[in-house]
Nanobody, 122 residues
Framework: QVQLVESGGGLVQDGGSLKLSCVAS????????MGWFRQAPGKEREFVAA???????YYADSLKGRFTTSRDNAKNTVYLQMNSLKPEDTAVYYC????????????????WGQGTQVTVSS
């Protein structure tokens, strides 16, 4: 069993920045892929970013250049730095852990956090 706890969400103005954190416990964190997804009201959960066990990173095409993910295996923590935020980035952001390589797919991930709300005001 793996427990994931996200933090760092909140209210930010258009153009602002936020850094999300996700702390994992329960298994060997460093061996797994960590993913970030988001879900806006009335929409499906969508892929944001992923970082492999070897720290290779993958991003949704629409978010490249604004979002950056990183991990600190010593702290069992993965981060999502979000810059130049826009109102359309408003969503609940989730981290997840998985062992496969189909990074953009929700089915690649077995365990999920509870999510953290990000709201970008115009």
């Amino acid at each position: 069993q793996v427990q994931l706890v996200e933090s760092g969400g909140g209210l930010v103005q258009d153009g602002g920045s936020l850094k999300l954190s996700c702390v994992a416990s329960g298994r060997t964190f460093s061996s797994y892929t960590m993913g970030w997804f988001r879900q806006a009201p009335g929409k499906e959960r969508e892929f944001v970013a992923a970082i492999s066990w070897s720290s290779n990173t993958y991003y949704a095409d629409s978010l490249k250049g604004r979002f950056t993910t990183s991990r600190d295996n010593a702290k069992n923590t993965v981060y999502l730095q979000m810059n130049s935020l826009k109102p359309e980035d408003t969503a609940v952001y989730y981290c997840a852990v998985g062992a496969g390589t189909d990074y953009p797919s929700v089915w690649n991930y077995r365990y999920w956090g509870q999510g953290t709300q990000v709201t970008v005001s115009s």
